[in-house]
């Protein structure tokens, strides 16, 4: 997207707006397979934004502190406290938000300092057993180098993901495979999609 100035524009506070004002309209049950999927879309559609970002800068259309301000932007307006009068659909988008935070760590490492060294499936392992010892920030930290390396062209393997026990790090690890899934496919996810 352009803006009219021919701008490159990666995401707009009105774009996740549409997604809010979507999911106010339906009964958010995280048991059905209809809410699951459109709370996964509004998730990889901010990752796909991230994406596009993280494509202009490796392609050299945007400079580092551009990078930088963009990715900025996008977690400004995803991570914004959102007023929803249903408790569990406020549920539901608080756990999205937290999926997405180490997306956008991830990437501003990514363009700040380049991929870490390191295996995928280590650090998540090291993420996990960090939280165990509820050492959030370390296990945060695992999760973003995990990020990069998911960024670079490593996958992340689906199956560690699900023998993790519920919690922060298993939350992280699925924005991670919503980033890996946008890598793959950076298609942008339409609001007015039937799903």
Known sequence: MTDEDG???FYTEERW???LDRLAEEELDPEDEDSARLLLNLQDDAAIA???VLAAFDEDRIDEERAVE????IRDIV???VSFDDEDALMLIDGVQTSLVPVFYAAEEYVVGGVVEGDVDEFVRAAADAESEDDLDAALGY???AGTRIIDGEGLDIELAEELEYGLVSEWVNGLDSLQSA???PEVVEEDEDV
Do not use: H, M, S
């Open 70 to 73: 963009e990715i900025q932007t």
């Open 7 to 9: 701008v490159e524009t």
């Open 183 to 185: 890598i793959e496919d």
């Open 143 to 145: 999760i973003v180098q």
């Open 17 to 19: 707006q549409n997604w």
């Open 50 to 52: 991230v994406v596009k």
């Open 79 to 81: 991570l914004a406290d």
